[in-house]
């Protein structure tokens, strides 16, 4: 792993005494070594320290206390904000994507939001809320009808990566659709709708349609 490192800061001061950016130099090495290998923020912090004069590219000494993990940075990180990708923990850490991965993984994390795959009693107490907000809905539902739809649309889903990206959350907003809460990790309570979807694939495979009316025609049994 450091005859790697030292390598890329060879290739990195190479690449400055050429002229390139540190956004080329980022690009040259992931085509050579591939993504992951490194950032383009470690990258900017190598050629900043070449234009101060300072080629010197093997780690300074440090003293006092171990430096924190990678660890126990990517957990400080996800404490902040869970939503984060794997690309956004490798741009606010400098930790290289394989090496994020590598953490993650030992420490137990899956991705809807960033938690641990084990139930903890926050997670449970919170899946026991969402679920008694979820029946308190239905009652509501079912005594006054009338107010339990009225922006049209109630949409339910859970929290994959695609589903609570910016984008999607601001169409949602912009849509002024009523989303239902979902619990971190909670596949139980998703919508059981991955029967139906496959079901409709395959019954509608090789057929076309000439007008919304015939789509409509088709949809309404399902």
């Not at 792993?1 to 690449?15: A, F, G, I, T």
């Amino acid at each position: 792993m450091e005859s790697q490192k030292m390598h890329l800061r060879h290739v990195m001061l190479h690449c400055f005494k050429k002229g390139n950016s540190a956004k080329d130099t980022t690009g040259e090495i992931f085509t050579v070594y591939g993504s992951g290998t490194t950032t383009i923020r470690t990258v900017r912090d190598w050629f900043k320290k070449f234009r101060a004069g300072n080629f010197e590219l093997k780690d300074e000494d440090r003293s006092g206390r171990p430096a924190t993990t990678d660890t126990d940075i990517i957990k400080t990180v996800l404490t902040e904000n869970p939503r984060y990708s794997v690309r956004e923990i490798v741009d606010a850490t400098n930790i290289p994507e394989t090496t994020v991965h590598k953490h993650l993984i030992k420490i137990g994390y899956r991705y809807e939001v960033w938690v641990p795959h084990l139930l903890t009693e926050t997670g449970l107490m919170n899946r026991v809320s969402t679920c008694d907000l979820l029946l308190q809905r239905q009652r509501v539902a079912e005594k006054r009808p009338e107010l339990a739809n009225r922006r049209g649309v109630v949409f339910h889903h859970d929290y994959a990566r695609p589903h609570v990206v910016l984008a999607v959350r601001q169409k949602l907003l912009q849509f002024d659709w009523d989303v239902l809460p979902h619990p971190p990790y909670s596949p139980d309570l998703a919508p059981s709708d991955y029967y139906l979807f496959l079901s409709l694939k395959n019954s509608l495979c090789g057929k076309s349609f000439k007008s919304i009316r015939e789509i409509k025609t088709k949809f309404s049994p399902w």
